[in-house]
């Protein structure tokens, strides 16, 4: 879409993704009591956090009753709040057209996100999760530096 507020915003939301990352590397690092620990306890975070990214499980996906005992994981995601602001700001008023011989489905981008359940959200709820995140894992790693490692 043409202008540099999508594209601005975007960026935001990378550098906030790279942030939190960070933040939650230091975080396991700071608690974990060896190298090795800290590796296998990381790279569960990681893993939790995209699978729970919102690509391959969408925010309407996990209302379903199969994924009920699942849904809180959802929360502990940085990847999925940088997804949804991302996906939100990108189908802002985003039109799709088709060929004139075919039907679409999808003629507008708040028709995907109402399908995929990110209007559950906005653009800055996504943004102020993911910093209130970096500062969660900031205060985490700061106390585990002073309690544990002191």
């Known amino acids: 879409q043409p202008g540099a507020d ?16 960070t933040a939650l590397a230091t975080a396991v690092t700071c608690i974990a009591l060896t190298v090795e620990l800290s590796t296998v306890i990381l790279s569960l975070f990681f893993e939790i956090c995209r699978l729970y990214g919102g690509f391959f499980t969408s ?6 009753p199969e994924f009920a005992k699942w849904k809180w994981l959802d929360a502990l995601s940085y990847i999925k709040y940088a997804f949804v602001g991302v ?3 990108e189908l802002d008023g985003l039109d799709f057209t ?10 507008s981008g708040e028709q995907v996100t109402a399908q995929k359940g ?7 709820f996504c943004a102020g999760a993911l910093v209130l995140y970096i500062i969660a894992c900031r205060v985490i790693g700061y106390l585990g530096l002073k309690i544990i490692k002191h």
């Open 98 to 107: 088709c060929p004139p011989d075919e039907v679409c489905e999808v003629t």
């Open 118 to 124: 990110y209007d559950q959200y906005t653009v800055g």
């Open 6 to 21: 999508k594209f601005f915003i975007f960026m935001g939301f990378m550098i906030l993704d790279c942030m939190a990352a």
């Open 59 to 64: 925010p309407k996906q996990l209302d379903s």
């Open 87 to 89: 996906a939100l700001n």
